[in-house]
Nanobody, 119 residues
Framework: QVQLVESGGGLVQAGGSLRLSCAAS????????MGWFRQAPGKEREFVAA????????SYADSVKGRFTISRDNAENTVYLQMNSLKPEDTAVYYC????????????WGQGTQVTVSS
């Protein structure tokens, strides 16, 4: 069974940085795409960033390009989201997600970690 466990959230001032981690277990993820999503209060969940585990190719939402970096560590089976130059509008619960490359939608989700950016 796939399990995704996020960590690293917290409270930070605007302009600061945080690094989120997503520990993945339960199978080999070489043919998976891993993503980060976020959901702010009263808003729908939105895409933040994704990485193809095998090649390391990445994609980002326009709102975070140039500020956030997604990466993975094969040895640790962990996906990271480095968040720099944080803004109050980045405040949300951040979720790690996974899907096999042949599946259109993300079908595995973590429990989420809260990120709060104060102004």
């Amino acid at each position: 069974q796939v399990q995704l466990v996020e960590s690293g959230g917290g409270l930070v001032q605007a302009g600061g940085s945080l690094r989120l981690s997503c520990a993945a277990s339960g199978r080999t993820f070489s043919n998976y795409r891993m993503g980060w999503f976020r959901q702010a209060p009263g808003k729908e969940r939105e895409f933040v960033a994704a990485i193809r585990w095998s090649s390391g190719s990445t994609s980002y939402a326009d709102s975070v390009k140039g500020r956030f970096t997604i990466s993975r560590d094969n040895a640790e089976n962990t996906v990271y989201l480095q968040m720099n130059s944080l803004k109050p509008e980045d405040t949300a619960v951040y979720y790690c997600a996974a899907r096999p490359m042949i599946v259109a939608n993300y079908n595995y989700w973590g429990q989420g970690t809260q990120v709060t950016v104060s102004s």
